[in-house]
């Protein structure tokens, strides 16, 4: 059996080619989105729209980082700003058309390579690399 930092090793290792091929796809679903870009607007998506404040919570991010790419997505015009209905001094931040748009083609790429990836996968290695990724991602 290897040795835990052996491990731990191969597990950072994997984690960072990982994150590295995130990277490249996002550049690649529009060339001017970063990694937190994209991901900013699959949150906005996901929630419904969320206030800035939201944003910069959710990823542990300062809310001027928040304000510089948030302003790169509705200079690309893929998202919307409105006002916040609890909060009229507030604004609510939604994945315009474009957006919405931009995102379907980048979950239907990625579908397509996850399907690839995991063709010779049975489905019990499937179930158990996804509880495997929940219970990492739960730890915080």
């Not at 996002?26 to 699959?42: C, K, N």
Request: hydrophobic share 35%; glycine share 4%.
């Amino acid at each position: 059996m290897p040795d835990r930092d052996v491990t731990l090793s191969t597990i950072q290792r994997e984690l960072t080619a990982f994150a590295r091929r995130a990277r490249h796809k996002a550049a690649q679903i529009h060339p001017e989105l970063s990694l937190v870009t994209y991901s900013m607007l699959d949150h906005l998506e996901a929630t419904g729209g969320c206030r800035g404040t939201d944003l910069a919570d959710h990823f542990l991010l300062d809310k001027s980082t928040v304000s510089r790419q948030t302003a790169v997505l509705e200079r690309l015009g893929l998202i919307v700003r409105e006002v916040d209905p609890e909060d009229r001094r507030g604004q609510i931040l939604r994945p315009s058309q474009d957006g919405l748009r931009l995102l379907a083609e980048a979950h239907r790429q990625r579908r397509a390579i996850f399907e690839d990836r995991f063709t010779d996968w049975d489905d019990a290695d499937l179930e158990r690399f996804a509880r495997y990724l929940q219970r990492y991602n739960a730890a915080g």
